[in-house]
């Protein structure tokens, strides 16, 4: 198994340029989610979702837009990126969806600077 | 609301030291599950441990040992013995069964130094 992959792992756009940051699972994994990282502010939720055709917001979703038509991917979209997205985009997924605290696995994560 | 806090920021050691890495949460609900992970410097997220409510025993792998205590809302991670390879930033994190979310803490940064 791969477990979670990310790509790309770094990424600079400038403000105003949209792109999609990839996430994938190797695991059959039901729940997926996307966090950033800021410096002093741990992981906060940006969406999530507990199967194929079913998200949900979470913490943080402005200017991001996600979907979920499989089981293995889960890409966010950022629609036009602000200097404010700067930040490290992890992607976690986690057997359950019934059972939501079951531990989550991430991936590497994707560095992004909008400059 | 959920909060975690891990008070201390940054803590430096000397190698062969043990070392305390303190969580303190805050949740209304009596169903919950407590998280440790560690980042190393090379940014990956890695699972170190799960705790449920009900389950107040404490836990010891190797090196590493968690004090759940749930009268103080407190999920310590002690290392024994710290290595230079324990140099990483470490996150507890809390989730309320139902709620499909993590809330996590704002690290502390463990540097162990030879």
């Known amino acids: 198994n791969a477990g979670v992959t990310q790509t790309p792992k770094f990424q600079v756009l400038k403000t105003g340029q949209s792109m999609t940051l990839q996430c994938a699972q190797d695991?059959?994994?039901?729940?997926m989610s996307w966090y950033r990282q800021d410096p002093g502010m741990g992981l906060r939720l940006i969406h999530y979702?507990?199967?194929?055709?079913?998200?949900d917001q979470g913490e943080v979703p402005n200017g991001y837009n996600v979907s979920r038509s499989t089981t293995e991917d889960f890409p966010l979209r950022l629609l036009s990126a602000a200097p404010s997205q700067t930040s490290v985009y992890f992607c976690?997924?986690?057997?359950?969806?019934?059972?939501?605290?079951?531990?989550?696995?991430f991936g590497p994560g994707t560095r992004l600077t909008v400059l | 609301a959920q909060k975690v806090t891990q008070a201390q920021t940054e803590i430096s050691v000397v190698e062969k030291e043990d070392v305390t890495l303190d969580c303190v949460y805050e949740?209304?609900?009596?169903?919950?599950?407590l998280f440790w992970y560690k980042q190393p410097p090379s940014g990956e997220l890695v699972f170190l441990i799960r705790?449920?409510?009900?389950?107040?025993q404490n836990e010891i792998s190797g090196r590493y040992s968690w004090n759940f205590q749930k009268s103080t809302s407190s999920f310590n991670f002690t290392i024994t013995a710290s290595q230079v390879v324990d140099s990483a930033v470490y996150f507890c994190?809390?989730?309320?069964?139902?709620?499909?979310?993590?809330?996590f803490g704002t690290g502390t940064r463990l540097k162990v130094l030879a």
């Open positions: 976690a997924s986690s057997y359950s969806n019934t059972v939501s605290t079951d531990t989550q696995y």
């Open positions: 695991m059959n994994h039901e729940y």
């Open positions: 979702s507990v199967g194929a055709g079913i998200t």
């Open positions: 949740t209304r609900d009596t169903t919950y599950y």
């Open positions: 705790r449920n409510s009900f389950d107040e």
């Open positions: 994190a809390l989730s309320e069964a139902g709620t499909y979310k993590y809330i």
